[in-house]
């Protein structure tokens, strides 16, 4: 019997911070996309893929914790755990790397060469707020892959 974890598939904490991941993912591509020259900077581009891929996964996850919501289906069955966890890390660890090489990047244009000081046309602030955003992100994947080994480890 698996446990019953907050944050589970099929619940409706599930379903929360699988569109948080989702909500959040896509505020940082819309900031990092419409700001000016992200795509010169190779770590931006990164992390907008990753980020891509991080909705694209969070929201057929919570497409199918709908439909189990509705249906009263239980999705707590050791296939379907594990391929969440598989997943869910490998989404979790891809948006980590590019949330952090990203960041290295705004860090040393803000703070050791102050590039943003002496180039005005770059967004620094606005490539912050997203990075911010893909932390957060990231933050609520390693949520959901903590609970998802959880559960499966619960087997």
Request: glycine content about 8%; overall charge positive.
């Amino acid at each position: 019997m698996m446990k019953r974890l907050l944050g589970g598939p099929g619940t409706v904490s599930g379903f929360l911070l699988r569109f948080g991941q989702c909500a959040f993912g896509a505020a940082s591509i819309t900031v990092m996309v419409t700001s000016f020259g992200f795509s010169t900077y190779t770590a931006f581009c990164y992390l907008t893929a990753s980020m891509g891929l991080q909705v694209l996964w969070s929201f057929g996850l919570a497409c199918l914790d709908i439909y189990a919501l509705r249906k009263k289906r239980d999705l707590q069955n050791p296939i379907l755990v594990s391929l969440f966890v598989v997943g869910d890390w490998v989404t979790a660890i891809l948006s980590l790397a590019a949330a952090c090489s990203s960041a290295g990047v705004i860090v040393l244009y803000t703070k050791d060469v102050d590039m943003c000081v002496t180039h005005k046309i770059i967004p620094c602030h606005r490539y912050q707020v997203s990075i911010a955003m893909a932390f957060v992100t990231w933050f609520l994947t390693a949520i959901s892959s903590h609970v998802m080994f959880w559960i499966l480890a619960s087997v």
